[in-house]
DNA sequence: TTGTTGACGCTCA
DNA sequence: CTGAGCGCCAACA
């Protein structure tokens, strides 16, 4: 169960108004290989406690990919938006300035 | 137990 | 630019 933990470890970390991609979570915690496992681990996120801000990870290229996978008062466009991250198309604009990397800034 | 799937990422044509 | 294919690995039918 050490694997969940770390992802969720990780995304708890993240500063409001940032984003990180499954990628860098996924070499921060060793392997850059299982990234598709740190999706799968945030479908568990939102059965934990404290809540697990999710939609602050986006994918490489900054697209919401994981988006169909909120409930509807929990989109990511709207809680990004609220943190003041500007989202349009499904697609976090200039994704460069708000990515925050585990790897160096953890 | 085996086969498929997927909130990824990378490479090649 | 688009599409196809591959590696990876846990969950699930």
Same mark, same amino acid.
């Given at each position: 169960?050490?694997?969940?933990?770390? =992802? !969720?470890?990780?995304?708890?970390?993240?500063? *409001?108004?940032?984003?990180?991609?499954?990628?860098?979570?996924?070499?921060?915690?060793?392997?850059?290989?299982?990234?598709? /496992?740190?999706?799968?681990?945030?479908? %568990?996120? !939102?059965?934990?406690?404290?809540? =697990?801000?999710?939609?602050? =990870?986006?994918? /490489?290229?900054?697209?919401?990919?994981?988006?169909?996978?909120?409930?509807? %008062?929990?989109?990511?466009? *709207?809680?990004?938006?609220?943190?003041? =991250?500007?989202?349009? *198309?499904?697609?976090?604009?200039? !994704? *460069?300035?708000? !990515?925050?990397?585990?790897?160096?800034?953890?």
């Amino acid at each position: 169960m050490g694997f969940n933990e770390d =992802v !969720f470890d990780v995304v708890r970390n993240i500063p *409001d108004g940032r984003v990180t991609s499954y990628g860098a979570i996924a070499k921060c915690l060793g392997d850059v290989r299982s990234s598709r /496992r740190v999706g799968w681990a945030l479908n %568990q996120s !939102f059965k934990v406690s404290p809540l =697990v801000p999710a939609h602050r =990870v986006v994918n /490489r290229l900054g697209m919401l990919s994981g988006a169909i996978h909120f409930p509807p %008062q929990r989109s990511m466009e *709207d809680e990004l938006a609220k943190e003041g =991250v500007i989202v349009k *198309d499904g697609q976090v604009v200039t !994704f *460069d300035r708000y !990515f925050w990397d585990p790897m160096t800034e953890l």
